[in-house]
């Protein structure tokens, strides 16, 4: 990809990102928490479909300008499952630390977020984690994400692919979208799932 290409590529995915961001920076306060309990109630319904029971679940604090997470997250504690959530360190990189309600919060020193405090783990940890449930802005039909454009993601995903973790992007079913519709990169890997307000959806990889 030559350089005009490049900037091309990358400003088309700038575009779709804050055509995303928008529209759900106009959704009500009280769409967006109807919404946030519809796909805590799917994301469970997966989880209690599945054939082996989870344990352990890998997932995040939600931004304001994302599908609130906080139903969810309370949601598999009362079911008695473990929830680890990221903590961004350098180089783009993620640990991960246990969550349960009531446990201390900091504002990560690198990036906008929020993040629990306690020991971390490595992806070591995704040995024994069901589910990774992990944002996006867009996914298409073949399970490829629109992310925020940090990396964390991109480069965390890769450490895992070995194991038996499935990963499952949230998205509004407005952003769920057909195949092709954004621009994606070479290292992009697809989810298994896509989980929106109304159906789990399992990524038929080819």
Not at 167 to 174: D, K, N, Q, R
Request: hydrophobic residues 40%; aromatic residues 8%.
């Amino acid at each position: 990809m030559n350089a005009a290409n490049t900037a091309g590529f990358g400003a088309e995915k700038k575009s779709r990102r804050a055509k995303a961001r928008a529209a759900r920076r106009a959704l009500s306060p009280a769409t967006r928490a109807k919404l946030a309990q519809q796909l805590a109630a799917q994301a469970m319904a997966y989880l209690t479909e599945s054939t082996d029971t989870a344990v352990r679940v890998g997932a995040y604090l939600s931004t304001d300008e994302e599908p609130d997470t906080s139903v969810l997250l309370n949601a598999l504690v009362d079911a008695g499952i473990e929830v680890f959530l990221p903590v961004c360190q350098p180089e783009y990189q993620l640990g991960w630390v246990r969550w349960n309600p009531g446990v201390e919060l900091r504002r990560s020193a690198v990036a906008p977020v929020d993040e629990p405090v306690g020991p971390r783990h490595d992806a070591r940890l995704f040995e024994q984690v069901h589910t990774l449930f992990i944002p996006a802005l867009l996914v298409d039909q073949r399970g490829l994400r629109l992310g925020q454009g940090g990396g964390y993601y991109d480069r965390f995903l890769p450490l895992i692919e070995q194991q038996a973790t499935r990963v499952a992007a949230l998205v509004y079913s407005s952003e769920f979208v057909p195949a092709g519709d954004f621009p994606v990169e070479a290292h992009d890997r697809p989810v298994d799932m896509v989980i929106t307000e109304q159906q789990f959806h399992t990524i038929e990889q080819l």
